[in-house]
């Protein structure tokens, strides 16, 4: 006996489920992103997963991606680099076409991407996440080669920074002084240098116990900063000294050869290895593309991304200006959906659509203690703002928890996972 | 005989267009793409972290709305469901348990 197919029925279930047929009328939309960290990768997946209509194609110079987040654990000794490396095969495999060059500049009026090897790009909408510039000279004497011998570790490249700041604390003998200088607000991953701090004195507690690290910070007050200090004083006692601006903590200068680290009021601290976290802007070609405001940012409608100077591209990640988000890659990643859901929207002569942007971003302290802090945005209606969502988001409970904090580390490791599964899987 | 092939087959059908990357029900909700940088790709959880995929829609209304009156012990999912409208939380549980 054969059933016959219920043709009618699955024409039916066909009809209801399909996509609407105006979307596939519509020419392909050629969508570039130009970089592939958790801003760029992140679109480009989004696109390809959501709106398989869509050209997208991606330009990022380095060949694979090494993650900021987890790069702190490198230093503590818990990842190789290897750990923290992502592969572009997985966005090629969905359909995106990787061009692995720099992307010298951009001709809004043209919509044209200019490469550094000669290409040039044609798009509908851009997408623009090109990350941080470090502002050289903004502390006197930390420049490109001085990073040679006090590492940022602040932009990973191809990882090189982050694992000379290893070699260097592996060199390092017991008993000598780690001395970081942090910046002002804003900047990249605001709890970064403190997660930092902690996982130096991870591995100095375990190696090197007589070890000092000295946190020379810009600012009065820093992000989970009860939390952080809390967990300071249980896992590392004295070692960790945080000195805030207001206690001449703000580096304004560095001398290289002494390994000294001079603050504003003259303070030369000598140092055996140093961390300098310089002021920092939006990467260049978004300042060259005279995106960004007299800040070094780029202001941007908060409902579509787009920027306020030019239209069409919309800015996504650490170089835009978040209102009351943070810099982090939890930010770029949620947004970069919506801006990619409003460029095909606006494209089609649609409006961006309803917007709740979502961050949640882990430290980790020590083995088996994480912190959290959460924090869910909206976009006013005329894009002109972002508000975080009243009683909601909020840092961990303070006090001593610790199964909440063993919890914590293990959800930031499946965050990690999650968000670069998703980035590059 | 059609009415009873209707119903063993239709479903299956319907599964199978739900089914995979390119899931016929269209992109999901923005509110829910919130939940994939811990939920893992398509909900389907990681170490330590719940799947949300499949899960029944009512279940997961039940669960993000107790977080949200503090009536469920959790690490950060009551701060994350107090940010969230009760229409959210609705499309948030329609697409995760219309995933496989």
């Known amino acids: ?425 | 005989m059609i009415v009873s092939a209707v119903r063993i087959i239709l479903p299956a059908a319907l599964a199978a267009l739900l089914a995979g990357p390119a899931a016929a029900s269209g992109p999901a909700p923005l509110a829910a793409e919130g939940c994939l940088g811990c939920h893992g790709p398509e909900g389907r959880g990681a170490s330590g972290i719940a799947a949300l995929a499949g899960r029944d829609r009512a279940e997961l209304v039940a669960i993000l709305t107790a977080f949200r009156a503090n009536e469920r012990p959790g690490t950060i999912m009551g701060r994350i469901a107090r940010g969230y409208t009760d229409a959210e939380i609705a499309a948030v549980a329609e697409h995760f348990s219309r995933l496989r």
């Open chain 1, 1 to 425: 006996m054969t059933n016959p197919v219920p043709r009618r029925a699955l024409l039916a279930a066909a009809a209801l489920l399909a996509a609407p047929a105006p979307l596939r009328a519509q020419p392909s939309l050629r969508l570039v992103v130009i970089g592939g960290g958790f801003g760029g990768a992140s679109a480009a997946s989004f696109a390809r997963r959501n709106h398989p209509d869509v050209q997208v194609t991606l330009v990022e110079p380095q060949r694979a991606f090494v993650t900021c987040p987890y790069g702190n654990l490198l230093l503590g000794g818990e990842r190789r680099i290897g750990q923290i490396t992502h592969s572009y095969d997985g966005l090629r495999a969905r359909g995106v076409t990787v061009i692995h060059d720099r992307a010298a500049g951009v001709d809004a009026a043209a919509r044209r991407v200019r490469l550094a090897g000669g290409q040039s790009l044609s798009y509908d909408r851009l997408i623009l996440s090109p990350g941080i510039a470090l502002r050289w000279g903004a502390i006197e004497g930390y420049d490109e080669a001085a990073a040679g011998l006090m590492p940022h570790a602040w932009v990973p490249g191809d990882g090189s920074q982050t694992l000379l700041l290893r070699r260097q604390l592996e060199a390092m003998p017991d008993g000598g002084v780690v001395g970081l200088a942090i910046p002002a607000n804003p900047f990249r991953c605001p709890p970064g240098p403190y997660e930092r701090i902690s996982m130096i004195a991870h591995y100095l507690k375990r190696h090197k116990p007589r070890s000092k690290i000295l946190a020379l910070d810009a600012k009065e007050g820093f992000s989970k900063q009860g939390l952080f200090q809390d967990g300071w004083r249980a896992l590392y006692g004295d070692m960790i000294e945080w000195v805030p601006g207001n206690r001449d903590g703000k580096v304004v200068r560095v001398d290289v050869r002494e390994r000294v680290l001079e603050t504003e009021f003259g303070t030369r601290h000598k140092v055996d290895v140093a961390n300098i976290i310089p002021p920092q802007s939006a990467a260049a070609i978004a300042r060259e593309a005279g995106l960004a405001n007299d800040t070094g940012w780029v202001p941007v409608d908060t409902r579509s991304f787009e920027a306020r100077a030019a239209a069409g591209i919309h800015v996504i990640g650490d170089a835009n200006i978040p209102g009351p988000m943070p810099k982090s890659g939890y930010i770029a990643s949620t947004t970069a959906r919506q801006a990619v859901a409003s460029a095909i929207a606006l494209h089609r002569g649609q409006n961006p659509p309803e917007a709740v942007y979502f961050n949640t971003c882990y430290s980790h302290v020590g083995e088996e203690y994480g912190i959290s802090v959460v924090g869910i945005f909206r976009p006013n209606a005329d894009g002109t703002a972002i508000v975080e969502v009243p009683n909601s988001g909020g840092v961990s409970p303070r006090g001593d928890l610790p199964a909440q904090r063993r919890l914590e580390a293990l959800h930031a490791d499946a965050w990690y996972d999650s968000i670069t599964g998703y980035m590059f899987g």
